[in-house]
Protein backbone atom coordinates (compact mmCIF):
# COMPACT_ATOMS: atom_id res chain seq x y z
CA UNK A 1 0.00 0.00 0.00
CA UNK A 2 1.23 3.62 -0.63
CA UNK A 3 3.51 5.09 -2.61
CA UNK A 4 6.46 3.16 -3.45
CA UNK A 5 9.35 3.45 -6.59
CA UNK A 6 9.32 1.36 -9.30
CA UNK A 7 11.72 -1.29 -8.79
CA UNK A 8 13.12 -0.68 -11.99
CA UNK A 9 11.97 2.68 -13.26
CA UNK A 10 13.56 5.96 -14.03
CA UNK A 11 14.88 9.21 -12.25
CA UNK A 12 16.24 12.43 -13.55
CA UNK A 13 19.12 13.83 -10.97
CA UNK A 14 20.47 17.50 -11.66
CA UNK A 15 23.18 19.52 -10.28
CA UNK A 16 23.27 23.29 -10.30
CA UNK A 17 26.97 24.78 -9.48
CA UNK A 18 29.58 27.39 -10.81
CA UNK A 19 29.91 25.92 -13.58
CA UNK A 20 26.29 25.50 -14.81
CA UNK A 21 24.11 22.68 -14.63
CA UNK A 22 24.76 19.03 -15.16
CA UNK A 23 21.65 16.45 -15.55
CA UNK A 24 21.85 12.35 -15.29
CA UNK A 25 18.76 10.49 -16.66
CA UNK A 26 18.76 7.02 -15.41
CA UNK A 27 16.24 4.42 -17.34
CA UNK A 28 14.90 1.38 -16.15
CA UNK A 29 17.33 1.98 -13.42
CA UNK A 30 17.24 0.76 -9.85
CA UNK A 31 15.64 3.55 -8.35
CA UNK A 32 16.73 3.20 -4.86
CA UNK A 33 20.10 1.95 -5.91
CA UNK A 34 23.61 2.64 -4.48
CA UNK A 35 24.10 4.68 -7.86
CA UNK A 36 21.36 6.71 -6.85
CA UNK A 37 22.30 7.21 -3.41
CA UNK A 38 25.94 8.55 -4.20
CA UNK A 39 24.44 10.66 -6.63
CA UNK A 40 22.55 12.34 -4.07
CA UNK A 41 25.11 12.96 -1.51
CA UNK A 42 27.37 14.23 -4.24
CA UNK A 43 24.88 17.48 -4.83
CA UNK A 44 22.70 16.01 -7.29
CA UNK A 45 19.07 16.53 -6.40
CA UNK A 46 16.01 14.37 -8.07
CA UNK A 47 14.10 16.40 -10.67
CA UNK A 48 11.68 13.87 -11.87
CA UNK A 49 11.07 10.44 -10.68
CA UNK A 50 8.41 7.61 -11.55
CA UNK A 51 6.27 6.60 -8.67
CA UNK A 52 3.64 4.01 -8.32
CA UNK A 53 0.87 2.95 -5.99
CA UNK A 54 -1.79 -0.22 -6.56
CA UNK A 55 -3.89 1.73 -9.03
CA UNK A 56 -1.48 3.88 -11.04
CA UNK A 57 1.83 4.85 -12.14
CA UNK A 58 2.60 8.07 -12.64
CA UNK A 59 5.48 10.97 -12.52
CA UNK A 60 5.97 13.23 -10.34
CA UNK A 61 8.33 16.45 -10.77
CA UNK A 62 10.42 18.84 -8.42
CA UNK A 63 7.70 21.60 -8.97
CA UNK A 64 5.15 18.70 -7.50
CA UNK A 65 3.53 18.25 -11.20
CA UNK A 66 2.19 14.87 -11.82
CA UNK A 67 1.93 13.66 -15.45
CA UNK A 68 1.75 9.98 -16.82
CA UNK A 69 -0.27 8.87 -15.28
CA UNK A 70 -1.18 5.36 -16.42
CA UNK A 71 -3.63 2.65 -14.63
CA UNK A 72 -1.27 -0.67 -13.35
CA UNK A 73 -2.90 -4.22 -14.62
CA UNK A 74 -4.69 -4.89 -11.16
CA UNK A 75 -6.18 -1.59 -11.86
CA UNK A 76 -6.96 -3.17 -15.84
CA UNK A 77 -8.21 -6.23 -14.71
CA UNK A 78 -10.29 -4.56 -12.23
CA UNK A 79 -12.09 -2.53 -14.88
CA UNK A 80 -12.58 -5.56 -17.05
CA UNK A 81 -14.09 -7.72 -14.57
CA UNK A 82 -16.72 -5.05 -13.98
CA UNK A 83 -18.06 -6.14 -17.43
CA UNK A 84 -16.94 -9.73 -17.78
CA UNK A 85 -19.98 -11.40 -16.40
CA UNK A 86 -22.65 -8.96 -17.85
CA UNK A 87 -25.62 -9.90 -19.86
CA UNK A 88 -25.33 -6.66 -22.30
CA UNK A 89 -23.96 -6.87 -25.76
CA UNK A 90 -23.51 -4.10 -28.37
CA UNK A 91 -23.30 -0.18 -27.56
CA UNK A 92 -24.68 -1.23 -23.84
CA UNK A 93 -21.78 -3.38 -23.12
CA UNK A 94 -19.18 -0.60 -24.09
CA UNK A 95 -21.61 1.95 -22.30
CA UNK A 96 -20.99 -0.26 -19.52
CA UNK A 97 -17.55 -1.12 -20.18
CA UNK A 98 -17.05 3.29 -19.82
CA UNK A 99 -19.06 3.27 -16.69
CA UNK A 100 -16.95 0.83 -15.15
CA UNK A 101 -14.00 2.66 -16.06
CA UNK A 102 -15.11 6.27 -14.94
CA UNK A 103 -15.49 4.87 -11.66
CA UNK A 104 -12.33 3.25 -10.90
CA UNK A 105 -10.17 5.30 -12.85
CA UNK A 106 -12.01 8.22 -10.97
CA UNK A 107 -11.94 6.83 -7.45
CA UNK A 108 -8.04 5.24 -7.86
CA UNK A 109 -6.95 9.27 -9.04
CA UNK A 110 -8.77 10.46 -6.20
CA UNK A 111 -6.56 7.52 -3.92
CA UNK A 112 -3.25 9.10 -5.59
CA UNK A 113 -4.04 12.74 -4.57
CA UNK A 114 -4.77 11.73 -1.07
CA UNK A 115 -1.53 9.59 -0.95
CA UNK A 116 0.55 12.80 -2.63
CA UNK A 117 -1.09 15.04 -0.33
CA UNK A 118 -0.44 13.40 2.51
CA UNK A 119 3.46 13.87 1.49
CA UNK A 120 3.63 16.74 0.69
CA UNK A 121 1.10 19.17 2.78
CA UNK A 122 0.76 19.26 6.13
CA UNK A 123 -2.03 20.63 8.61
CA UNK A 124 -1.53 24.05 10.11
CA UNK A 125 -3.30 24.50 13.67
Given amino acids: EGLHADVLGSVKLTQVDA ?7 LKNAEIMADQVKEY ?4 YAVTEIALANEDMLFTIKDSLVVSGI ?6 KDA ?7 SDAEGD ?5 AL ?3 IVLG ?9 QINS ?3 TATD
Avoid at 19 to 25: A, C, D, N, V
Avoid at 92 to 96: D, I, K, N, P, V
Fill in 19 to 25: EGTSTIT
Fill in 40 to 43: LTSG
Fill in 70 to 75: KPTDVL
Fill in 79 to 85: MNAQTED
Fill in 92 to 96: ELRLA
Fill in 99 to 101: DAD
Fill in 106 to 114: SAAIAGLYK
Fill in 119 to 121: LFC
